[in-house]
């Protein structure tokens, strides 16, 4: 993937992140797999940041899941 399209990629999951809820209509697995193909990439320091801080939002998502369903 370029540079560009990861950048793009990046900004869209930075938009929905802060949007989803574990209630949406798309599963929270859905948007894991998305975050973690943006980690398996060659990345820049910022970027990797970002995507780290993704990685952290949708994680405290799921734990909240994991709470309701218990």
Do not use: F, G
Not at 8 to 36: F, G, N, Q
Request: glycine share 0%; with cysteine.
């Amino acid at each position: 993937m370029n540079h560009h399209q990861l950048e793009k990629d990046i900004e869209h999951l930075e938009h929905v992140i802060t949007h989803i809820s574990a209630e949406d209509r798309i599963p929270l697995s859905y948007w894991r797999s998305r975050i973690d193909s943006m980690s398996c990439a060659t990345l820049v320091p910022a970027q990797a940041s970002r995507v780290k801080r993704l990685n952290a939002a949708l994680s405290a998502l799921e734990a909240r899941q994991k709470a309701a369903a218990a």
